[in-house]
Each structure stands twice: as C-alpha cells, then as structure tokens.
C-alpha cells in the first residue's frame, strides 16, 4: 500500500510504502504435496491417479491393472476434504 504526501510547493509528491493494510488477508497457500497428486476438472471436480500401478505389476491380475489405468473422480466427501489443500 502507497500513501503519497505533497512537498510544501506542492509540486513534487512524495511515495512513502506503508506496508500491509489490515484487509490484506494473508493468501492462503497451495499444499505441494495434494497439487502434484490432484487434479481439478473445469466443473469443479477433483481427479486422481489410482494407487498400486507403480511397480509389482506381475501379481496383479490383468483385469486389476486394466482398472488402475486412468484417472478416477473422488468422491463429493474426500472433495469437501482436499479442497482447501489446493486453494487455486
């Protein structure tokens, strides 16, 4: 925030910075470890990868690593609960 003050001429005015105003609220800030694993939707939604695709992928059955493939939307309750950890 900048206040500017007049010289007694009055034609040269004076910047002073006055630092933060009590309405800048500190931002809140974006947990790194939810943004690289979430994904919003443009209708809000939020989407993830599917756990256990990373490795030992010999025991699965194809039809386990077939499902696994992809993005998958969360749920309306674990949405209200990550939500605030990605505040974009």
């Known amino acids: 925030m900048f206040h500017i003050a007049f010289t007694r001429s ?3 005015p004076v ?20 943004a690289k694993r979430f994904w919003k ?10 756990a256990g695709a990373g490795h030992l992928l010999t025991g699965k059955t194809s039809k386990h690593k ?19 950890l990605l505040a974009r």
């Not at 939707?41 to 599917?50: C, D, L, M």
């Not at 077939?66 to 993005?71: D, K, L």
């Open 10 to 12: 009055n034609e040269n």
């Open 15 to 34: 910047i002073f910075w006055i630092g933060r105003m009590e309405s800048d609220m500190p931002k809140q800030k974006t947990k790194k470890s939810a």
């Open 41 to 50: 939707t443009a209708r809000g939604k939020i989407k993830y990868k599917r």
């Open 66 to 84: 077939r499902h696994m493939r992809g993005m998958t939307v969360l749920s309306v309750v674990e949405t209200k609960r990550i939500m605030p």
